[in-house]
């Protein structure tokens, strides 16, 4: 199934789809006659199989690539699972590629994030300017335009983030953080940071994931409706023009007119495919026969491919073989009696076997996770102090964690093997929650619950729908759950802190929580928070980032499971040529944000 879950948006509905500019083409045909074969028949593109494996290419073992049309576009899967309904990027959830957090191929942000380390790159916006500590000046590009030819000015850009005031938009909690966005002139935005509270690491997060919508197609919509509306003939300001989409597949054709030419290039593809797979096999078939290009999708044990002489490829060729971009948690309950307790936390915290979790559930593309929320390799190794979490941590030692429920807890064991407190209390009888099919999840939960159970501790696995299961987690209706809060941003690690710590803004359980979902509190967590997001020095911001990653060790209301990519990034160069890898390094691993560079410069097959 779809693994492609950190990039899921939580609230909102869809849109209906317009049957009028769909395809005809069945499933079955698209599956069955041929599979991407058949996708560029559909499309006029033509097709032919995959040449053998060559090698020698510094993004992959290259292949001798597709005749004709088919050989000028690429082929993606991971993003799309489901018949398209929706190309509004205000909406909830809308489709490939108009979601925040993907490829910036219709709509574009100011400025695009680099995973790597941590900088900024230019998209609408030339730079970004910061003349005091409150203000942050941005230029835009020069003869930025709009698909329909129209110009894209600076108030396109101040009509989207004032939509945030009145429309309920991804990006709206920015203004708990901004005061004013103005256009100071036609190609010039100001925003206007508030002293308190302050954080500009928040604030460019948004410039970096806030995709600029034209003012003219979206200011028809009330405030009430604009989210809602589905947007099927989307103009945007990106290299690709949407060309058509059924349940089958989406397909993009290059915008030969885009205003970024002159800045970025012009795509060696003429068209971009993303077929629709019913599950992440299907995808991976196709990425091993090279009739995909590229993927963002969970593919097991990838390196069996090279092995086998395909021309596969990830980041790395060696483990993790990912960049590491987030941190799925277990979070415990901290209301239910016993979970309550910090040291029967602790000890599920040390009975927990994190090497069989990143070589089982992750195949070997996660290390064994560390005592701490701040990720330790990338952007976030600067923040990140590995003597404390040495000294203050855990790590997988099934007899400390029975030494802690025996000595320390003086807990002795039931006649069914599971520990019992001296109040009475059983360790035992819970429930760990985490969506149905995000299938490494689902083996890394049952990987807790094997684990607990060998030191005496009493937890099941139950993997509900998404909905049902986010629901009851915003609410505080679980007892143990495997979720992820934000992963490596502008604003990391600050606001996974935040997530996992802050209790301002957040309900009391019973209603909807949009982070801190188990509600720890501790006082010194906010006065930490906002020196660190007011921090003007890296040893400043890591000052304050050690004393929270402490106060997380010793309370411990969450342990760090694996570490996941922000986004899988996987290839075959078959037909594209010059991905970027770690040996070269021209681009991020990243398909959102400063990732979109690679899609300029690999190179056909043989071109």
């Given at each position: 199934?779809?693994?492609d879950?950190?990039?899921?948006?939580?609230?909102?509905?869809?849109?209906?789809?317009?049957?009028g500019?769909?395809?005809?083409?069945?499933r079955r045909s698209?599956?069955t006659?041929g599979?991407?074969?058949?996708t560029?028949?559909?499309?006029?593109?033509?097709a032919s199989a995959c040449?053998?494996a060559e090698?020698?290419?510094?993004?992959g073992?290259?292949?001798?690539g597709?005749a004709?049309?088919?050989g000028e576009?690429m082929?993606?899967a991971?993003?799309?699972w489901?018949?398209p309904?929706?190309?509004?990027p205000l909406?909830a959830?809308?489709?490939w590629?108009?979601?925040?957090?993907?490829?910036?191929?219709?709509?574009e942000?100011?400025l695009?994030?680099n995973?790597?380390?941590?900088?900024l790159?230019?998209g609408?916006?030339k730079g970004?300017?910061?003349?005091?500590?409150?203000?942050?000046k941005?230029?835009l590009q020069?003869g930025t335009?709009w698909?329909?030819?129209?110009?894209?000015?600076?108030d396109?850009?101040?009509f989207t983030?004032?939509l945030g005031?009145?429309?309920?938009v991804?990006?709206?909690t920015v203004w708990?953080?901004?005061d004013?966005?103005t256009?100071?002139?036609?190609r010039?935005v100001?925003f206007k940071?508030?002293?308190k509270?302050?954080n500009?690491?928040?604030?460019k997060?948004?410039?970096c994931a806030?995709?600029i919508v034209?003012?003219?197609?979206?200011s028809?919509?009330?405030a009430?409706?604009?989210?809602?509306e589905a947007?099927?003939?989307?103009i945007?300001?990106?290299p690709f023009?949407l060309?058509?989409y059924?349940?089958?597949?989406?397909?993009?054709?290059?915008?030969?007119?885009y205003?970024?030419?002159a800045?970025f290039g012009?795509?060696?593809?003429?068209?971009?495919?993303?077929p629709?797979f019913?599950?992440n096999?299907?995808?991976?078939?196709k990425l091993?026969?090279?009739?995909?290009?590229?993927?963002?999708?969970?593919t097991?044990?990838?390196?069996?491919?090279?092995?086998?002489?395909?021309?596969?490829?990830t980041?790395m060729?060696?483990?993790?073989y990912?960049?590491p971009?987030n941190?799925?948690?277990l979070?415990?309950?901290l209301?239910k009696?016993g979970l309550?307790n910090?040291k029967?936390?602790?000890?599920?915290a040390?009975?927990?076997?994190y090497?069989?979790?990143a070589?089982?559930?992750?195949?070997d593309?996660?290390?064994?996770?560390?005592a701490s929320?701040?990720v330790?390799s990338?952007?976030?190794s600067k923040f990140?102090?590995p003597?404390?979490?040495?000294?203050?941590?855990?790590?997988?030692?099934k007899?400390?964690a029975i030494?802690?429920?025996?000595?320390?807890?003086?807990a002795?064991?039931?006649?069914d093997?599971?520990?019992?407190?001296?109040?009475?209390?059983?360790?035992?009888g819970w429930?760990?929650?985490?969506p149905?099919?995000?299938?490494?999840?689902?083996?890394a939960c049952e990987i807790?619950a094997?684990?607990a159970k060998e030191v005496?501790?009493?937890?099941t696995t139950?993997?509900p729908?998404f909905?049902?299961?986010f629901?009851a987690?915003q609410n505080?209706?679980?007892d143990?759950a495997m979720?992820?809060?934000?992963?490596?941003?502008?604003a990391?690690?600050?606001?996974?802190f935040?997530?996992?710590?802050d209790n301002?803004?957040?309900?009391?359980?019973g209603?909807?929580a949009f982070w801190n979902y188990n509600?720890f509190s501790?006082?010194?967590?906010?006065?930490?928070?906002?020196?660190?997001a007011?921090?003007t020095?890296?040893?400043?911001a890591?000052a304050?980032?050690?004393k929270?990653?402490?106060?997380y060790r010793?309370?411990?209301?969450?342990?760090?499971?694996?570490y996941r990519?922000?986004?899988f990034?996987?290839f075959n160069a078959s037909?594209?040529?010059n991905f970027?890898t770690?040996e070269?390094?021209?681009?991020p691993?990243?398909?959102?944000?400063?990732?979109i560079q690679w899609?300029f410069k690999?190179?056909?097959?043989?071109s």
């Amino acid at each position: 199934m779809n693994n492609d879950h950190h990039l899921i948006d939580t609230s909102g509905a869809d849109s209906p789809v317009d049957e009028g500019t769909t395809w005809l083409a069945s499933r079955r045909s698209f599956l069955t006659l041929g599979g991407l074969a058949v996708t560029g028949a559909v499309l006029g593109v033509g097709a032919s199989a995959c040449g053998t494996a060559e090698t020698g290419n510094k993004g992959g073992s290259a292949g001798k690539g597709r005749a004709g049309a088919s050989g000028e576009t690429m082929f993606v899967a991971g993003f799309q699972w489901g018949p398209p309904k929706s190309f509004n990027p205000l909406a909830a959830s809308p489709d490939w590629p108009t979601a925040q957090g993907q490829s910036q191929l219709i709509y574009e942000s100011l400025l695009r994030f680099n995973l790597i380390d941590g900088s900024l790159h230019p998209g609408l916006a030339k730079g970004l300017e910061q003349p005091d500590q409150r203000t942050m000046k941005l230029a835009l590009q020069d003869g930025t335009k709009w698909s329909d030819g129209s110009d894209l000015t600076a108030d396109d850009v101040v009509f989207t983030f004032e939509l945030g005031k009145t429309a309920s938009v991804n990006y709206s909690t920015v203004w708990q953080y901004i005061d004013s966005v103005t256009a100071t002139d036609p190609r010039t935005v100001e925003f206007k940071l508030k002293t308190k509270p302050f954080n500009p690491g928040f604030v460019k997060n948004f410039l970096c994931a806030t995709l600029i919508v034209p003012k003219a197609v979206f200011s028809k919509f009330s405030a009430d409706k604009v989210t809602a509306e589905a947007n099927l003939k989307p103009i945007g300001s990106g290299p690709f023009l949407l060309d058509r989409y059924d349940q089958t597949q989406v397909n993009l054709k290059r915008n030969d007119s885009y205003w970024g030419k002159a800045v970025f290039g012009t795509p060696p593809m003429t068209t971009i495919n993303h077929p629709i797979f019913k599950s992440n096999s299907d995808g991976d078939l196709k990425l091993e026969s090279g009739e995909i290009d590229a993927s963002q999708q969970f593919t097991a044990q990838i390196w069996k491919m090279w092995q086998a002489g395909k021309p596969v490829s990830t980041w790395m060729k060696k483990k993790p073989y990912h960049l590491p971009g987030n941190l799925p948690l277990l979070i415990f309950n901290l209301n239910k009696k016993g979970l309550n307790n910090v040291k029967v936390r602790r000890a599920i915290a040390y009975a927990i076997n994190y090497p069989n979790i990143a070589t089982t559930a992750m195949s070997d593309y996660s290390d064994p996770a560390n005592a701490s929320l701040i990720v330790p390799s990338g952007y976030e190794s600067k923040f990140y102090d590995p003597a404390a979490v040495a000294a203050e941590g855990w790590k997988y030692d099934k007899a400390k964690a029975i030494d802690i429920l025996e000595n320390e807890l003086q807990a002795k064991k039931g006649s069914d093997g599971i520990y019992v407190l001296p109040d009475g209390t059983k360790l035992g009888g819970w429930k760990l929650v985490t969506p149905t099919g995000w299938t490494d999840w689902n083996t890394a939960c049952e990987i807790v619950a094997k684990s607990a159970k060998e030191v005496g501790i009493g937890i099941t696995t139950v993997f509900p729908q998404f909905p049902t299961m986010f629901s009851a987690l915003q609410n505080g209706n679980f007892d143990l759950a495997m979720y992820s809060y934000t992963g490596v941003n502008p604003a990391s690690p600050w606001i996974r802190f935040r997530d996992a710590m802050d209790n301002r803004g957040v309900p009391a359980a019973g209603k909807t929580a949009f982070w801190n979902y188990n509600r720890f509190s501790n006082p010194d967590v906010p006065a930490l928070l906002d020196t660190a997001a007011g921090a003007t020095s890296d040893t400043d911001a890591k000052a304050a980032y050690t004393k929270l990653d402490t106060i997380y060790r010793e309370n411990i209301p969450v342990v760090p499971l694996m570490y996941r990519p922000l986004e899988f990034y996987e290839f075959n160069a078959s037909n594209w040529t010059n991905f970027p890898t770690a040996e070269n390094p021209y681009a991020p691993p990243m398909w959102q944000g400063a990732g979109i560079q690679w899609l300029f410069k690999i190179k056909r097959v043989g071109s």
